[in-house]
């Protein structure tokens, strides 16, 4: 059985929407961009065109048409460095990195970014809602040659030369990946929604990098977390505000077991080795929660994490 570790999880299956449907079937609606005042940190406008000079809420609607056509967009950044702001703040309000290598590319020039300690206005700020979520087709075009020796040797037995090698020299650059992501984090500094939709497992350090974000509204799709671990300082603060949290298919690494998966007559329910985990995760959040989604991970198999009586004592 292959390793939660093993990148190839990540290359193939169908995709688990990460969304809720909120929209009943609707189009989703396009995410505002910021206005140009937030993006900008309090900055004056270097143009002195009347267009500019407009109310931030007006200026911000006009855009908001020209987005329409991403074309129009990109012109519109290359008029000058307030119209850049205002056309970035349209085009990454909602960011989804897929791990297509362009975007990847962009996230590793934002680290260095913040390792250099540049200051002022930049894209990070105009992210209102970050999506993780690598698309499989992109994972195997950028590690072909993992692909390959999956296609070639499904069950992970890895008997052909240099095989293991080469995986696990993707797995510590898709680790490196998922570490750069979680680091800008807190150079979002208007981010509201955070989605991470992976199941390749987050080890503490860069876990505890979440509750640094500024994000109110976290949603975590086939999470897997590398060890139980505790969510105390000083590795998370003392609190974590978030107001919703939606939890699909979370759980530790190595606690699936396909042999066990279902129940025979008789069989009771297995403790969930998650429990510790959700529980000091409520009562981090529990102050400023006020909506939870979760789907409690196979429970046909597990107890349920905690009971109702648990929730009514959390702090």
């Not at 020299?169 to 955070?194: D, G, Y």
């Not at 109110?216 to 590398?226: E, Q, V």
């Not at 759980?251 to 529980?279: C, E, I, T, V, Y």
Request: glycine share 4%; proline share 5%; charged share 25%.
């Amino acid at each position: 059985m292959r390793s939660d570790y093993d990148i190839s999880n990540i290359m193939y299956g169908a995709e688990t929407a990460a969304e809720l449907d909120f929209y009943r079937g609707e189009p989703k609606p396009r995410l505002a961009a910021l206005l140009l005042d937030t993006v900008m940190q309090g900055r004056p406008t270097a143009s002195k065109c009347r267009l500019l000079q407009m109310p931030s809420e007006i200026l911000a609607k006009i855009i908001s048409f020209v987005a329409e056509d991403k074309k129009a967009l990109q012109q519109l950044a290359l008029v000058n460095s307030d119209c850049c702001g205002l056309s970035r703040a349209c085009q990454f309000s909602d960011f989804t990195l897929d791990y297509s290598r362009n975007k990847v590319r962009l996230l590793l020039e934002l680290v260095k970014h913040i390792v250099a300690g540049r200051a002022g206005p930049g894209i990070s700020d105009c992210i209102r809602k970050f999506t993780f979520k690598p698309y499989p087709y992109q994972v195997r075009a950028t590690h072909d040659e993992v692909w390959l020796m999956f296609r070639e040797d499904p069950r992970g037995d890895y008997e052909y030369q240099g095989a293991a090698q080469v995986d696990e020299e993707a797995t510590s650059i898709f680790s490196q990946t998922q570490r750069a992501v979680v680091l800008n984090f807190k150079a979002m500094r208007n981010l509201e929604t955070l989605v991470w939709s992976c199941n390749f497992p987050l080890d503490k350090d860069t876990f505890s990098l979440f509750a640094s974000s500024t994000a109110h509204t976290l949603m975590m799709n086939r999470t897997i977390i590398a060890q139980e671990f505790s969510l105390r300082p000083p590795l998370t603060p003392p609190s974590w505000p978030l107001r919703s949290l939606i939890l699909i298919n979370v759980r530790l690494a190595g606690s699936w077991d396909q042999k066990n998966n279902n129940l025979r007559d008789g069989q009771q329910k297995r403790r969930n080795p998650s429990n510790n985990f959700f529980k000091a995760l409520f009562q981090l959040c529990s102050p400023t929660l006020e909506s939870l989604h979760w789907e409690t991970w196979n429970a046909r198999v597990l107890e349920a994490s905690l009971s109702q009586n648990q929730f009514e004592v959390l702090p």
